[in-house]
Nanobody, 122 residues
Framework: EVQLVESGGGLVRPGESLRLSCAAS????????MSWVRQAPGKELEWVSA????????RYADSVKGRFTISRDNVKNTLYLQMNSLKPEDTAVYYC???????????????RGQGTQVTVSS
């Protein structure tokens, strides 16, 4: 059974940083692409970033490009999202998503974890 457990969220001020983690189990983590999506209050899910199975190819939404960095540790079976220069509009629940193959697409939103809340406010 695929299990994805996000952590690392919290309350920060604009301009600060957070690093999210996603611990994966129940599948061969190193064989699959992964992504991050988020959902702000009252809004639909938004794709944020993705990377392939070996981490050699990454992609970002325009809204986070240059501020967020996605990475993975295939030994620890963990996905990361380093978020710098956070803005109030980054406030959302962040989810990690397993891709169905080694690459990635912005169209997959399942399976995903329970999410971690990120709140950016002064």
């Amino acid at each position: 059974e695929v299990q994805l457990v996000e952590s690392g969220g919290g309350l920060v001020r604009p301009g600060e940083s957070l690093r999210l983690s996603c611990a994966a189990s129940g599948f061969a983590f190193s064989s699959y692409g992964m992504s991050w999506v988020r959902q702000a209050p009252g809004k639909e899910l938004e794709w944020v970033s993705a990377l392939n199975s070996v981490g050699s190819s990454t992609r970002y939404a325009d809204s986070v490009k240059g501020r967020f960095t996605i990475s993975r540790d295939n030994v620890k079976n963990t996905l990361y999202l380093q978020m710098n220069s956070l803005k109030p509009e980054d406030t959302a629940v962040y989810y990690c998503v397993k891709q169905p193959y080694a690459g990635y697409s912005s169209t997959y939103y399942y399976p995903r974890g329970q999410g971690t809340q990120v709140t950016v406010s002064s």
